[in-house]
């Protein structure tokens, strides 16, 4: 009997303390009540020592949908044209220099070419035929008319007449595809522009010999074009996005160009192509666009950095920017603390982009003007999940 009694008060004993357990007030640091831990929430209270060692920033809605790419310049392919020779021959003067503005139809070169010589003399050989099947057609339809002649003559010399008139078309067509005419009383060969521009690349010299046939339209690194007229004003350039940034692209937001050799100085420009294939090597995309030049002081191969800025219609659409050290992992996920409210902080869960220039895209998770812990977010991180 006595065993059953030490069992029922040692049982009501086991109840009271845990009664009493249930009531116990928030634990103390000192003086202080301890920040108290809700889920995913921190809540201090006011003046609390640690909020001294917590830095929030409000995060800024982002303006910049790509930042700091690596571009490459090159000649605009709507104002450029790479300039062969369409005859074979030895140069004999060069009529323009590097930089030099040139009209369309401006001659460049003078090329002493038997090529040149032979069109001219089968356009002036097809011309004397033309007239001496002409004469002799008039001839054989005046001696008809007399009797002096046969019908089947006649049309044997209509029929030469126009053999002889289709030749001379041919040949005047060769010449004039060469630039020239049955008028020329030489075998110099005028290399001209075929639109107007600057000069702005030579691989040609005095006494060179050309070929007609080295002009490989498709294979530029074997040969090179004779002369390259361009508008310099505005240039192309191409980058490689990485596919995680293809979202954030649209044709028509304005790009913003920076380079080494002009530090401070920004050129404005466009985005032109986005194109169709996406490099498996790299897992980038080629992007065109183009900038403006109208000082000439960018140049044609020259590497630049690029920044591709919003329109201002999609505002927000893009996300927020926060500094890199506000983020911190748990597992595969990305994590933040937002400040809910003076002294209360959240943990939330967010979708990030690549870190640039120090600074995260979060696309998801946190909204513009909503202030991000900057500072002391490990250390409400252990307040959330306390290491055992």
Partial sequence: MKKRVMISRFGLAAVLALAGCAKTPTAVVGDRPAPKVEGETVRFVTDAPELASITVEPALARTVAVTHVTGRLFWNGDTTVGIFTPVAGRVVSLLADLGQPVAAGAALAEIDSPDFAQALANARTAAANLAAAEKAFTRSKELLAHGAAAAKDVEAAEAACLAAQAERDRSEQVLANYGGNDHCTNSIYTLRSPIAGTLVDKNISP??????????????????????????????????????????????????????????????????????????????????????????????????????????????????????????????????????????????????????????????????????????????????????
């Fill in 207 to 388: 006494g060179q010999e050309l070929r007609a046939d080295l002009m490989l339209a498709n294979a530029p690194n074997l040969f090179a074009p004779s002369f390259t007229v361009s508008d310099p004003s505005r240039l192309w350039l191409q980058v490689d996005v990485s596919e995680s940034d293809l979202p954030l692209l649209q044709r028509g937001e304005r790009l913003q160009v920076t380079t080494r050799a002009f530090p401070g100085r920004v050129f404005d420009g466009g985005l032109d192509r986005i194109a169709d294939t996406m490099d498996p090597a790299t897992r980038t995309v080629k992007v065109r666009g183009w900038v403006n030049n109208p000082d000439k002081l960018l140049k044609a191969e020259m590497y630049v950095l690029v920044d591709v800025v919003q329109d201002a219609a999609r505002a927000g659409a893009l996300g927020v920017e926060v500094p890199a050290k506000a983020l911190f992992m748990k597992g595969d996920d990305s994590y933040v603390f937002v400040e809910a409210s003076p002294g209360v902080f959240r943990r939330q869960k967010v979708r990030v982009g690549i870190e640039k220039d120090c600074k995260i895209p979060i696309y998801e998770g946190v909204s513009p003007g909503q202030k991000v812990v900057t500072e002391g977010a490990l250390l409400l991180q252990a307040l959330v999940e306390p290491v055992s």
